[in-house]
């Protein structure tokens, strides 16, 4: 199966990726139309206000929403750099199928600005400066014997910035010229319900089952690997490796508009197989 096209509402224009159109909806109002028009699952806050301040708020009886459960997410390599691709093929597989934290979605904040008056310098604070979305994360994965996973990073990473010589020695080895846009890559990650599974069961929208969406652009590890491999008398474990990237983050309507598109056309979400009791027979 071809890997998903880049998202559409980026283009590159003179030298930096451009935001176009990103769809009418918000990714933090309680209505998410993508930018195609579909919409995505809320909250439904109709008669959520029945308790009191004692008892709270959540009705047990209607059940208007259910609460944020984590633990359901996963990524995706949109791009990865054509000589890193053709000389670890499997790197797609053994990164997005073996994900064992990601941090990243950091907080966004106004830095407000203050005002000073009066004798006693009494203080008021206004809207300033809106903060960086963000310039990074960090992926951790199961490593396997003969390094595969730390093997191909340190490739990736070394191939930028050799340790020895600080030069770019992809640009001798496989004969491309020197530019970010040859040693970068770009990234999804996609916060799901437990719901998702097979793509249009029974005329279900798989977009319902999206929680949330980032997408990562300019995306470039940072870490030649080696901490894992000290040694400590009396330890024996299995190995889990961190990688540190660095990129730029887009979140928004037109992102989760992108990851359903996604989502559709990925053969290990929809061919979701079970093992519940009774599903022999067709309902």
């Given at each position: 199966?071809?890997?998903?096209?880049?998202?559409?509402?980026l283009?590159?224009?003179?030298?930096?990726?451009?935001?176009?159109?990103?769809?009418?909806?918000?990714?933090?109002?309680?209505?998410?139309?993508?930018?195609?028009?579909?919409t995505?699952?809320?909250?439904?806050?109709?008669?959520?206000?029945?308790?009191?301040?004692?008892?709270?708020?959540f009705?047990?009886?209607?059940?208007?929403m259910?609460?944020?459960?984590?633990?359901?997410?996963?990524i995706?390599?949109?791009?990865?750099?054509?000589?890193?691709?053709?000389?670890?093929?499997?790197?797609?597989g053994?990164?997005?199928?073996?994900?064992?934290?990601?941090q990243?979605?950091?907080?966004?904040?106004?830095?407000?600005?203050?005002?000073?008056?009066?004798?006693?310098?009494?203080e008021?604070q206004?809207?300033?400066?809106?903060?960086s979305?963000?310039?990074?994360?960090t992926?951790?994965?199961?490593?396997?014997?003969?390094?595969?996973v730390?093997?191909?990073?340190?490739?990736?990473?070394?191939?930028?910035?050799?340790?020895?010589?600080?030069?770019?020695?992809?640009?001798?080895?496989?004969?491309?010229?020197?530019?970010?846009?040859?040693?970068?890559?770009?990234?999804?990650?996609?916060?799901?319900?437990?719901?998702?599974?097979?793509?249009?069961?029974?005329?279900?929208?798989?977009?319902?089952?999206?929680e949330?969406?980032t997408?990562y652009?300019?995306?470039?590890?940072?870490?030649?690997?080696?901490?894992?491999?000290?040694?400590?008398?009396?330890?024996?474990?299995?190995?889990?490796?961190?990688?540190?990237?660095?990129?730029?983050?887009?979140?928004?309507?037109?992102v989760?508009?992108?990851?359903?598109?996604?989502?559709?056309?990925?053969?290990?979400?929809?061919c979701?197989?079970?093992?519940?009791?009774?599903?022999?027979?067709e309902?």
């Amino acid at each position: 199966m071809s890997d998903p096209d880049p998202i559409p509402f980026l283009t590159f224009h003179k030298g930096k990726f451009m935001p176009t159109s990103l769809g009418k909806g918000t990714l933090f109002g309680l209505t998410r139309v993508a930018a195609s028009g579909q919409t995505f699952a809320v909250a439904n806050t109709e008669n959520v206000d029945t308790g009191t301040f004692y008892t709270g708020s959540f009705n047990t009886k209607t059940l208007p929403m259910d609460p944020l459960v984590n633990g359901f997410a996963f990524i995706k390599w949109i791009v990865l750099p054509d000589w890193f691709r053709e000389k670890f093929p499997w790197f797609a597989g053994i990164t997005e199928k073996n994900l064992k934290s990601f941090q990243g979605n950091d907080d966004v904040e106004i830095s407000p600005v203050s005002v000073q008056v009066g004798f006693t310098s009494n203080e008021s604070q206004f809207a300033g400066i809106m903060g960086s979305k963000g310039t990074g994360f960090t992926m951790s994965h199961n490593e396997f014997s003969g390094s595969p996973v730390t093997g191909a990073y340190n490739y990736w990473v070394s191939s930028i910035r050799d340790p020895h010589s600080g030069y770019a020695p992809y640009c001798a080895e496989h004969g491309v010229d020197y530019s970010a846009r040859n040693h970068t890559g770009e990234l999804l990650y996609v916060v799901l319900k437990p719901s998702a599974g097979k793509v249009g069961t029974k005329g279900r929208d798989i977009s319902l089952d999206i929680e949330d969406a980032t997408y990562y652009t300019n995306v470039m590890p940072l870490k030649i690997q080696r901490n894992h491999l000290n040694y400590s008398q009396g330890t024996q474990e299995a190995v889990q490796v961190e990688q540190s990237f660095a990129a730029d983050r887009w979140f928004g309507a037109g992102v989760l508009d992108y990851a359903a598109s996604v989502l559709k056309s990925f053969a290990s979400i929809q061919c979701l197989q079970t093992e519940n009791v009774g599903n022999e027979a067709e309902a």
